[in-house]
DNA sequence: TTGAAAGCGGTACCAC
DNA sequence: GTGGTACCGCTTTCAA
């Protein structure tokens, strides 16, 4: 068995409020009684016990993250900003997949509130109404991560979609591209936003989006690939593609090799995101970079700095907008003749 | 205020031990008393507060897992195996970074222990004697994924490095290659091995590994995008290059693309691990798979088992050997001429 | 400066 | 079947 903090009184000679004292490092403690609990606690190997602690002091320094899924290449980045940033101020992050699926995000949600998490970061494509019900009944403070709630209420931290989005399009105009084709996911916030700032772009300098040059796929490069392989049956083909993440501008690419088109000779290529691959493979990804470490980092930190309010409320409708940032490599062009 | 046991225990007329066996829904309770407890568990929204069950418990029903860095392509899949078997079996998983600095695995081991997770998952490349130490200490079961200790003390799961490598190779020597290079991470376990395998096959087949074909690298793609481009400068090139992570063959693709160099028709390269995007990017890895998904769900079940177990000595040294498998795609072909 | 003791919110043994 | 109650291991008044 472990030692507990009896163990280490009785070691020490003193009570269980001295040792909890030092080793909360609290009020006033005489010098040499601090080190004999000290050496107490060294001879023993005494490790408290935060379950014991968390539970009389209310606070369990653990965070819970819920996330479609881990091995979407977006998340890990998020993901490991949040853990820094929890980690340096002292706290544990569970993590949980959802697959976007609500009955299993309601049944993590009811573990993590058992379990007593402090708050809760939340990633998913859209927040509806039920998420909206569920975090009330949860009763913790949540924060939105790289997605916001159409209401406002909830506080979070993203890029501008939109904006973004209408930049990567700029990109493409500016290269001299006029035909050219989109490829988004289907959620509200993500895929609808980036969506319209495609058509900001167009619009702006005087293009339109044709019917069959607006392409929709599951967020996967695989749909992404599919698709692209349907858009090449017809002509005449875009000059250029614009996905709305870079998982799909892979597809894309994937889908324009395997038809015999070079990228970017033949077709430019604009991904979304900048995941860290986007750098490795060739022909090098250009594409809308979004700080996903940072968007991690930021929610875990106001997450975090809300738990420390005494007035949580005040983080109501919170919207931390983080800057994106284009980044040019090899996969647009000007296009040909 | 959160309900508390006593609350449903008063609002249903009974004793707090009759609602925390509903809970539980252990021995029998009249059907009658069942009903009256559950209604006031619904009315008053009852969540039972896991600290303090664990606490007296003595379980707490979550796991630690431990590892460099989430944001590395291999580990995404692993901890998604993990934390899905996990959660059938009714754990969560606290995900944390070590930056496989001693130190900070230190420090995790440290709360993870005081926060009294059930048992730990444990991956980095090198198992030493300190951290064969830092666990004794902490007196929890351990299980090791992707990775094993040289005195086969821990249980682990993972592949046999030596024996899937020198099946990558001999791949190549398949095709007809001859003169071929190899770039391996540093570190005994999956780097030496599967060096190790590559010479087995080529000792195999009467061939060797020129000095200065054998490349090093620090598992990332950066650093093997380095020394392949120092590579380029002497001749005569290799007409094949084996990487030991698909992330490093990602390296050695771009490197030779950058040099102008064809792949697979002036050099081929085969990588391993198999992760997502091998064959998603173009020309599609081939690669040597490892069941990443498998190997996180294995170690957490063996580790599941392990806590479920009377005698988890028993567990001392267990060894699960996943199979791998060759992944042909596109990067490799025979050499020319 | 230090100690006694009342919780924190459950569980489970022992009676009835 | 159900209730009383002694813990689980720690924190935190309140006194001394």
Same mark, same amino acid.
Request: with cysteine; glycine share 8%; net charge neutral.
């Given at each position: 068995?472990?030692?507990?903090?009896?163990?280490?009184?009785?070691?020490?000679?003193?009570?269980?409020?001295?040792?909890?004292?030092?080793?909360?490092?609290?009020?006033?403690?005489?010098?040499?009684?601090?080190?004999?609990?000290?050496?107490?606690?060294?001879?023993?190997?005494?490790?408290?016990?935060?379950? &014991?602690?968390? *539970?009389?002091?209310? +606070?369990?320094?653990? =965070?819970? #993250? %819920? /996330?479609?899924?881990?091995?979407? $290449?977006?998340?890990?980045?998020?993901?490991?900003?949040?853990?820094?940033?929890?980690?340096?101020?002292?706290?544990?992050?569970?993590?949980?997949?959802?697959?976007?699926?609500?009955?299993?995000?309601?049944?993590?949600?009811?573990?993590?509130?058992?379990?007593?998490?402090?708050?809760?970061?939340?990633?998913?494509?859209?927040?509806? &109404?039920?998420? *909206?019900?569920?975090? +009330?009944?949860?009763? =913790?403070? #949540? %924060? /939105?991560?790289?997605?916001?709630? $159409?209401?406002?209420?909830?506080?979070?931290?993203?890029?501008?979609?939109?904006?973004?989005?209408?930049?990567?399009?700029?990109?493409?105009?500016?290269?001299?591209?006029?035909?050219?084709?989109?490829?988004?996911?289907?959620?509200?916030?993500?895929?609808?936003?980036?969506?319209?700032?495609?058509?900001?772009?167009?619009?702006?300098?005087?293009?339109? *989006?044709?019917?069959?040059?607006?392409?929709?796929?599951?967020?996967?490069?695989?749909?992404?690939?599919?698709?692209?392989?349907?858009?090449?049956?017809?002509?005449?083909?875009?000059?250029?593609?614009?996905?709305?993440?870079?998982?799909?501008?892979?597809?894309?690419?994937?889908?324009?090799?395997?038809?015999?088109?070079?990228?970017?000779?033949?077709?430019?290529?604009?991904?979304?995101?900048?995941?860290?691959?986007?750098?490795?493979?060739?022909?090098?990804?250009?594409?809308?970079?979004?700080?996903?470490?940072?968007?991690?980092?930021?929610?875990?930190?106001?997450?975090?700095?809300?738990?420390?309010?005494?007035?949580?409320?005040?983080?109501?409708?919170?919207?931390?907008?983080?800057?994106?940032?284009?980044?040019?490599?090899?996969?647009?062009?000007?296009?040909?003749?």
């Amino acid at each position: 068995m472990q030692p507990t903090i009896a163990d280490v009184a009785r070691h020490a000679g003193v009570s269980t409020a001295t040792v909890s004292r030092v080793i909360n490092s609290q009020s006033v403690v005489a010098p040499a009684t601090r080190e004999r609990v000290q050496a107490a606690v060294r001879e023993l190997g005494y490790q408290p016990n935060a379950l &014991a602690a968390s *539970l009389v002091r209310r +606070r369990s320094h653990t =965070l819970g #993250v %819920v /996330l479609p899924d881990i091995s979407n $290449p977006f998340f890990p980045e998020v993901v490991r900003g949040l853990e820094d940033a929890a980690h340096a101020s002292g706290y544990n992050v569970i993590l949980c997949n959802s697959d976007l699926d609500t009955a299993k995000e309601i049944e993590y949600f009811e573990v993590l509130r058992q379990k007593r998490v402090d708050g809760l970061i939340y990633h998913s494509g859209t927040i509806t &109404a039920d998420h *909206l019900d569920a975090f +009330r009944r949860l009763k =913790l403070p #949540v %924060v /939105l991560a790289a997605t916001h709630d $159409p209401r406002g209420e909830l506080p979070c931290v993203l890029v501008d979609n939109r904006q973004a989005a209408a930049e990567a399009m700029e990109h493409l105009i500016g290269l001299g591209h006029g035909r050219i084709a989109v490829v988004t996911g289907s959620d509200p916030v993500s895929g609808e936003s980036r969506l319209q700032g495609y058509r900001d772009a167009l619009t702006r300098h005087g293009l339109t *989006l044709d019917d069959g040059l607006a392409l929709q796929a599951q967020w996967t490069a695989d749909e992404a690939y599919q698709v692209t392989r349907e858009l090449l049956k017809r002509r005449p083909l875009p000059t250029a593609i614009a996905a709305a993440s870079d998982l799909m501008a892979l597809g894309v690419m994937g889908a324009l090799r395997d038809g015999g088109i070079r990228v970017p000779e033949d077709v430019s290529v604009i991904g979304f995101d900048n995941i860290r691959l986007a750098g490795t493979i060739r022909p090098a990804l250009t594409s809308m970079s979004q700080p996903m470490y940072d968007i991690g980092k930021e929610a875990a930190l106001l997450l975090i700095r809300c738990l420390a309010e005494e007035e949580p409320d005040s983080f109501r409708g919170r919207r931390l907008v983080l800057p994106h940032r284009l980044v040019v490599r090899e996969s647009t062009a000007p296009p040909r003749g």
